[in-house]
């Protein structure tokens, strides 16, 4: 049982902290900026990208075996949980480039882009954390049924 009463496993939940915490890191390495302390903004977006990267461990795991015994369908729960996959990883690749300073140019535009992906993602995986995402397609379900009758 989850900590929020949740079914989901403790390594969900560790996964769970530790990307909320990574994106409270994210967003206070955003005020060093502001306070012209890069130094400081380095440190903390790299631990940031950290957390992200030990998150993904569990995660990829996680879509791997659902993707391999079928549990993950193209229902709207499952579209969703792709999108919240593709946003993830587009999220914290564009997290490793800025922090190991490849590839991208470190300009305020598409560190913006980046964070407000990562947002996206950590949204997405509360709702399928939380379990809203199920409830709503047994919704839909119903309701299609329904509308049959």
Request: charged content about 10%; proline content about 1%.
């Amino acid at each position: 049982m989850g900590f929020l009463g949740t079914v989901a496993s403790s390594f969900a939940d560790m996964t769970l902290v530790f990307q909320i915490a990574g994106f409270i890191i994210l967003f206070s390495a955003s005020v060093f900026v502001k306070r012209n302390d890069l130094s400081k903004h380095f440190k903390l977006a790299r631990f940031a990208v950290f957390l992200g990267f030990v998150s993904l461990i569990w995660m990829g795991y996680s879509i791997i075996s659902h993707l391999l015994t079928g549990a993950l369908f193209l229902d709207i729960t499952g579209n969703l949980l792709i999108l919240h996959a593709a946003i993830g990883s587009l999220a914290l690749f564009g997290g490793v480039f800025f922090a190991f300073d490849r590839l991208i140019r470190k300009t305020i535009i598409p560190m913006r882009i980046v964070f407000l992906l990562w947002f996206t993602a950590l949204f997405l995986g509360i709702i399928f954390y939380s379990g809203i995402m199920s409830v709503c397609n047994n919704l839909i379900i119903s309701k299609m049924d329904f509308s049959l009758m």
